[in-house]
């Protein structure tokens, strides 16, 4: 059974950093691209980052280009993104999400239960 | 980017009635690589449909997907009282994936 877990959010102020991780099991990590989708209180969802499988591809939204970073570790099954210099908007929850279709990016077929992200002084 | 906007954005139905959502995009939407999430207070999105038209695993023929290009539909035939949630539309045909900003379906 696939399951995602995110951990790593947190109450920070405006222009701190914060860490995520999303620690994966029940399907070949390295084989899939994986993703993180925010949603702000009571608003829809925003695709943030991708990474592919191996790493070497990441794609990010234009809202968070050059303060965010998204990386894996494949010997660990785990997913992060590096979050720097937050902002008042990047407040929300923040969902890992697995590509369905293994080597190619899609739809998303399996989701955490998200982290809570709070930027405020 | 490609924008998506559903509606209406809350529908308000009784058990047994049918619901018709809406997404319609900016431009098309290649290969009807749209996909549809259902999402309850409290919960992450849960996958139901695929390539516009495509059950996910363990989703109520129920829920059915239709459409292409630019006009998607989203159709419970029968509502469930688990069905009541918000559902949002997905295109991944065009980087960067975006949402629909989503349709309340609530208890009339």
């Known amino acids: 059974e696939v399951h995602l877990l995110e951990s790593g959010g947190g109450l920070v102020q405006p222009g701190g950093t914060l860490r995520l991780s999303c620690a994966a099991s029940?399907?070949?990590?390295?084989?899939?691209?994986m993703s993180w989708v925010r949603q702000a209180p009571g608003k829809g969802l925003e695709w943030v980052s991708s990474?592919?499988?191996?790493?070497?591809?990441?794609h990010y939204a234009d809202s968070v280009k050059g303060r965010f970073t998204i990386s894996r570790d494949n010997s660990k099954d785990t997913l992060f993104l590096q979050m720097d210099n937050l902002r008042a908007e990047d407040m929300a929850i923040y969902y890992c999400?697995?590509?369905?279709?293994?080597?190619?990016?899609?739809?998303?077929?399996?989701w955490g239960q998200g982290t809570l992200v709070t930027v405020s002084s | 980017e490609i924008v998506l906007t559903q509606s209406p954005g809350t529908l308000s139905l009784s058990p047994g009635e049918r619901a018709t959502l809406s997404c319609r995009a900016s431009?098309?939407?290649?290969?009807?690589?749209l996909a549809w999430y259902q999402q309850k207070p409290g919960q992450a999105p849960r996958l139901l449909i695929y390539?516009?038209?495509n059950r996910a695993t363990a989703i109520p023929d129920r829920f059915s997907g239709s459409g292409s290009e630019t006009d998607f539909t989203l159709t419970i035939s029968r509502l469930e009282p688990e069905d009541f949630a918000l559902y949002f539309c997905?295109?991944?045909?065009?980087?960067?994936?975006?949402f629909g900003q989503g349709t309340k379906v609530e208890i009339k």
């Open positions: 999400a697995k590509e369905a279709i293994p080597f190619l990016e899609s739809y998303f077929d399996y």
């Open positions: 029940g399907f070949t990590f390295s084989g899939y691209t």
């Open positions: 990474s592919s499988g191996s790493g070497v591809v990441t």
């Open positions: 431009q098309s939407v290649s290969s009807s690589f």
């Open positions: 390539g516009a038209s």
């Open positions: 997905q295109q991944y045909a065009t980087s960067p994936w975006t």
